[in-house]
T-cell receptor
Framework: DGGITQSPKYLFRKEGQNVTLSCEQNLNHDAMYWYRQDPGQGLRLIYY???????QKGDIAEGYSVSREKKESFPLTVTSAQKNPTAFYLC????????????FGDGTRLSIL | GQQVMQIPQYQHVQEGEDFTTYCNSSTTLSNIQWYKQRPGGHPVFLIQ?????EVKKQKRLTFQFGEAKKNSSLHITATQTTDVGTYFC?????????????FGQGTELSVKP
């Protein structure tokens, strides 16, 4: 059964700590996205990647980093430079350079200890 | 910058009443997609509109795309408790062929039985 898997579902970060959110897809999609969702603000784009070994900053990339070493995987690291990391993080994918709908994972809820 | 504005932010209705959410873009869109996010869930694709003036229906849901391809609406007739959730519009800018979506802020619908 094809889909997108995000892990963990809940994550807690200590001050000064980097944490990495996992996103894996078996849909054979080239394009992958990371969004941050805060109450009343919709989905804001953090980073996206249209192809392996390439990625671009979205609207709110500061304090975040990504890698795209494999087509199936697009991990997001929330660094200590991100001062307000508490949010719901969603990963999505679709066929690159197309208007096909995006498929979303179940999300990771990150909180500060 | 590129923006998709969505109103209202919240809508509380009695079961059986109608509901409408509106999206407006600052620039012409190539297409617009609508997603529904149930409480605690992730966005799920509902429909895509591509043509100027297009109208599509899914049972009690009616979607419209404006003639200028800058605005869109979702209308639900006779709401049910199963309609509860947040509805997002998301547009692709006409000059962006990469498929990157700009999301509206979402309209959170609650339905009182």
């Amino acid at each position: 059964d094809g889909g997108i898997t995000q892990s963990p579902k809940y994550l807690f970060r200590k001050e000064g700590q980097n944490v990495t959110l996992s996103c894996e897809q078996n849909l054979n999609h080239d394009a992958m996205y990371w969004y941050r969702q805060d109450p009343g603000q919709g989905l804001r784009l953090i980073y996206y990647s249209q192809i392996v070994n390439d990625f671009q900053k979205g609207d709110i990339a500061e304090g975040y980093s990504v890698s795209r070493e494999k087509k199936e995987s697009f991990p997001l690291t929330v660094t200590s430079a991100q001062k307000n990391p508490t949010a719901f993080y969603l990963c999505a994918s679709h066929r690159a350079y197309s208007n096909q709908p995006q498929h979303f994972g179940d999300g990771t809820r990150l909180s500060i200890l | 910058g590129q923006q998709v504005m969505q109103i209202p932010q919240y809508q509380h209705v009695q079961e059986g009443e109608d509901f409408t959410t509106y999206c407006n873009s600052s620039t012409t869109l190539s297409n617009i997609q609508w997603y529904k996010q149930r409480p605690g869930g992730h966005p799920v694709f509902l429909i895509q509109l591509v043509k100027s003036g297009e109208v599509k229906k899914q049972k009690r849901l009616t979607f419209q795309f404006g003639e200028a391809k800058k605005n869109s609406s979702l209308h639900i007739t006779a709401t049910q408790t199963t309609d509860v959730g947040t509805y997002f519009c998301a547009g692709t800018m006409i000059y962006n062929q990469g498929g990157k979506l700009i999301f509206g802020q979402g309209t959170e619908l609650s339905v009182k039985p």
